[in-house]
Structures are given as C-alpha cells and as structure tokens.
C-alpha cells in the first residue's frame, strides 16, 4: 500500500493550502485516514484525523482553521489549512490504518513540505 502526499509549497501567513493523500495498492478500506507534521527538530505531532463513518478528531492548534476530507471509495484524504502561520511550516505526513483479522496496518507517505513566510 503506497500512500502519496500532494499539494505543499510556500505561501504567505494568513493564506491557505490544500494538501491531498492518495492511496493505492489495496482494496481494504481504511479504518481512519489522518495527517501529521514535523517541524526541524520536533517531533512528529498530530493534525487530524477521520475515521471510517465520518467522526473527525483535530488537534487543538488545527481546530478552526483546517479541514480534513475522506473519500473512503476514491481512498483519498485532503486537509484544507486556512490563515497559515510560521509554526505550520512542517513536513506533513499523509497516514492511514487498515484492520485485518489479525492486525492494524499502518501506512505513511513520504511528506510534503509546508513552508508559511512572507
């Protein structure tokens, strides 16, 4: 399973982004689809999240201003970042979870940089 991340690049605070994930390579559906960041020299914190049925969860700094979206039949996760700050310049990791009778798999993409400067 390939999860792939799109959607980064600079802007300027106060403005916005839409990042999206993309996954491939299994039918299973995901259990939940969510985003985190990493910042230089922090670790990697959570953003949000959405779980199979709809329930949305965000982290404090997220709530308000971001936007999490699932297609659970396309396997696509977008997150919508309004009035962008210095401190949500990060890396930000597309990650999702399937169930198997056994298991939880989890899968991570390969980052997108978000960089907010004037």
């Known amino acids: 399973v390939q999860l792939v991340e799109s959607g980064g690049g600079l802007v300027q605070p106060g403005g916005s982004l839409r990042l999206s994930c993309a996954a491939s390579?299994?039918?299973?559906?995901?259990?939940?689809m969510a985003w985190y960041r990493q910042a230089p020299g922090k670790q990697r914190e959570f953003v949000a999240n959405?779980?199979?049925?709809?329930?949305?969860n965000y982290a404090d700094f997220a709530e308000g201003r971001f936007t999490i979206s699932t297609n659970e039949a396309r396997m696509t996760a977008d997150l919508e970042m309004t009035n962008l700050q210095p401190g949500d310049s990060a890396v930000y990791y597309c990650?999702?979870?399937?169930?198997?009778?056994?298991?939880?798999?989890?899968?991570w993409g390969q980052g997108t940089q978000v960089t907010v400067s004037s």
């Open positions: 990650n999702g979870a399937q169930k198997t009778p056994l298991t939880t798999l989890q899968y």
């Open positions: 390579g299994s039918s299973r559906p995901f259990y939940y």
């Open positions: 959405q779980l199979l049925g709809g329930r949305v």
